[in-house]
């Protein structure tokens, strides 16, 4: 008899017809796929390697249509040649209170606030999401990396669109940066 007290406690979890079950050191994921085509995203993160060599591999993204950030002074797509370069992780980045830390993009721009051939544009591993420094320097968050033990465990996309980068400079406040 195949009563429900007969049946096994040991059940596999199995992802029903256009479902997509993952399964993680925290745990499962069941997701359906998205309506319409999907695309390659140019802000794709991938988690590389583990402990103290983790890092971060993109695709490549792009501000104000043709400026491409660099990771440790290379394009993130990669030098001619090359893999695309690795983001480093560190430890000392984690937000211990949610276990997360962050990949931003860092934009120094001109003199006039704008975006130009000599301007910064760069991915860097963060505690905090964006924001502000100094007035100089603007930052949105590109990717959000979770931690376990220290480790990288998780990434989570954070943008999934090219960028226009805009600073507002006012008479009353602070200088204001702007990824739109």
């Not at 370069?85 to 934009?107: K, R």
């Not at 975006?115 to 100094?134: L, N, Q, T």
Request: hydrophobic fraction near 35%; charge should be positive; glycine fraction near 12%.
């Amino acid at each position: 008899m195949n009563s429900p007290q007969h049946q096994s406690q040991n059940v596999r979890l199995q992802p029903g017809k256009g479902t997509l079950l993952t399964s993680t050191l925290n745990g499962f994921s069941i997701s359906d796929p998205r309506a319409g085509v999907s695309f390659n995203h140019p802000w794709r993160p991938v988690l590389v390697g583990s402990g103290t060599g983790a890092g971060l591999r993109f695709a490549r993204g792009v501000v104000d249509g043709k400026y491409e950030p660099r990771i440790n002074g290379k394009l993130m797509s990669g030098e001619t040649g090359e893999l695309p370069p690795i983001l480093t992780l560190s430890a000392g980045e984690i937000n211990q209170a949610t276990n997360e830390s962050w990949a931003v993009l860092q934009v120094t721009p001109n003199a006039k606030g704008q975006i130009d051939e000599k301007s910064k544009v760069e991915i860097i591993h963060a505690a905090a999401p964006g924001g502000s420094i100094g007035g100089t320097i603007g930052r949105t968050a590109v990717a959000c990396i979770v931690w376990k033990n220290k480790k990288p465990v998780m990434v989570w996309p954070v943008l999934f669109f090219n960028l226009r980068y805009v600073q507002k400079t006012s008479t009353t406040g602070p200088v204001q940066h702007f990824f739109l």
